[in-house]
């Protein structure tokens, strides 16, 4: 009998996840393409409670999602997003938003990450 050699594929090299200042150049540079005029709540007749009810309700399946343990970030991007949408103060909405931007840089790093080890 003959042995023979086992061949494998070669691999391709590993992505490198990028530095966290290399993602939040990339956000500087997205959000530098974006009018500054444009108002955060857009529409003729803004619909504020629309808002808050929908941020109500992602904090509600959030909550029943943590005690399922299935917790996503989609959820906290959409809870997020709506709380921003209906704060009654510039600060509220500001600090909101900077909570929605640190969820989407994570989920962005995670991509990046689940993407080096791939």
């Not at 500054?36 to 509600?60: K, N």
């Amino acid at each position: 009998m003959t042995e023979t050699a086992k061949t494998t594929a070669p691999r391709k090299p590993a992505r490198r996840a990028p530095a966290i200042d290399e993602t939040l150049k990339a956000v500087h540079d997205r959000a530098a393409k974006i009018p500054s005029a444009l108002p955060l709540v857009g529409g003729r007749t803004p619909h504020l409670a629309d808002y808050a009810g929908r941020y109500e309700a992602w904090l509600a399946h959030n909550m029943r999602r943590a005690e399922m343990g299935v917790e996503g970030t989609d959820g906290h991007l959409l809870e997020q997003a709506f709380a921003a949408l209906s704060a009654g103060t510039d600060d509220a909405r500001r600090a909101r938003l900077l909570t929605l931007a640190a969820y989407a840089v994570q989920a962005a790093r995670a991509l990046d990450e689940r993407g080096a080890s791939e």
